[in-house]
């Protein structure tokens, strides 16, 4: 299927299952942030099961082709995952900088950094028994992780701490593929956050993450949600480098950003999962308007090579609007791949 559809990763969580005004005053919780959530705990995991099946059903109404789990048992991208491995005191946070430049409580690394078990195969399973549809499901990177934690061990070093968070990441994606995943997204934003440092040792410990996985991986790199950066650069500090990662998807947003495309001419040997939905801007999108955005990738990368999502997570969206710019993507897909049709 030409011009496949799929999200990024996450889908609005609902009201009754998430403080979302809490949610969006803050920068997005690298330590557990349990006090977001309205319901009590003994009733916790399956109310998320709930709102989870609520955001399968919405994406396949919407026509999405690759559904996700739409990351509904999050409180952010991220530390559903790094806060369940060894190694890791979340009790008593430590500091880093966020990508903004400001200070936020983050698991503090006082021991070598191992997985401990799985921590989304049980998710993944959940999403393969609500649907039929192809599944993705995503994890953060060890270059992320490690510029999200406070490095008490390994003398301080954000590197070496990497090595090991990769480690731990690749045991993680060996578990979801053999419980049956489609896709396994690793999401790694700060590799365009702290380019230097990326291309130092980001990408190599991205590559160890992904060594002797045989399944189909992608990348997703992106300037930050929309709701809390509100800055977008003209274009990537790191994105040609990712034709020398081990992925075959790398997943870019061009929408908000209004990105040059031409970039994508230095990733020939990658599928783009293309950004084509602004997600800080409440106004819906019309089908042709997302047309035009495909159609700007397609002077640069085969029709074969690109799969249409939003520019990022949606979870910050209200959820009628996230809903509606979904339908106005598949539509606007289905566009182009009707023109794309030999006569």
């Known amino acids: 299927m030409l011009l496949p559809t799929t999200l990024v990763g996450s889908y609005p969580q609902p009201d009754w299952l998430i403080d979302r005004a809490r949610l969006a005053a803050r ?15 003994p009733y916790l995991a399956e109310a998320m ?10 994406q396949e109404q919407a026509g999405i082709d690759i559904i996700t789990d739409g990351e509904i048992r999050r409180e952010s991208y991220s530390n559903r995952f790094a806060t369940a491995l060894e190694g890791v005191d979340i009790d008593n946070p430590g500091t880093a900088l966020d990508r903004s430049g400001h200070p936020n409580p983050v698991p503090r ?4 950094i191992r997985r401990k078990h799985p921590v989304e195969v049980e998710d993944l399973l959940f999403l393969k028994r609500n649907t ?3 599944v993705k499901i995503t994890v953060p990177g060890p270059f992320t992780m490690a510029q999200q934690a406070q490095i008490d061990h390994y003398g301080g ?5 990497a090595m090991d968070y990769a480690q731990a990441v690749n045991e993680e994606i060996r578990d979801l593929f053999a419980a049956g995943a489609d896709i396994v997204q690793i999401d790694e934003p700060y590799l365009q956050a702290r380019p230097e440092e990326a ?3 980001g990408l190599r410990a991205l590559n160890q993450a992904l060594e002797g996985i045989t399944g189909t991986t992608a990348v997703h790199i992106c300037f930050g949600y929309a709701a809390v950066i509100h800055v977008r650069p003209s274009g990537y500090s790191f994105l040609g480098e990712m034709a020398g990662c081990r992925c075959q998807q790398v997943s870019i947003e061009t929408a908000q950003s209004s990105l040059d495309t031409a970039v994508l001419e230095a990733l020939p040997d990658k599928k783009i999962i293309l950004g084509v939905i602004d997600l800080s801007d409440m106004a819906i999108e019309s089908p042709e308007t997302v047309a035009a955005r495909i159609r700007r990738a397609l002077a640069h990368a085969p029709a074969e090579n690109i799969i249409v999502a939003p520019d990022c997570g949606m979870k910050y969206l209200p959820r009628e609007i996230a809903y509606a710019k979904l339908v106005a993507m598949v539509e606007g897909a289905r566009i182009v791949r009707a ?5």
């Open 27 to 41: 920068f997005p919780p690298r330590v557990r942030a349990r006090e977001l959530w309205r319901i009590d705990e």
């Open 199 to 201: 291309r130092a040792w």
């Open 157 to 161: 070093s954000r590197e070496a701490a």
């Open 339 to 343: 023109e794309l049709k030999p006569a």
């Open 132 to 134: 039929n549809r192809t």
């Open 49 to 58: 099961n709930d709102a989870t099946l609520i955001a399968i059903r919405a």
């Open 109 to 112: 690394v006082v021991g070598k």
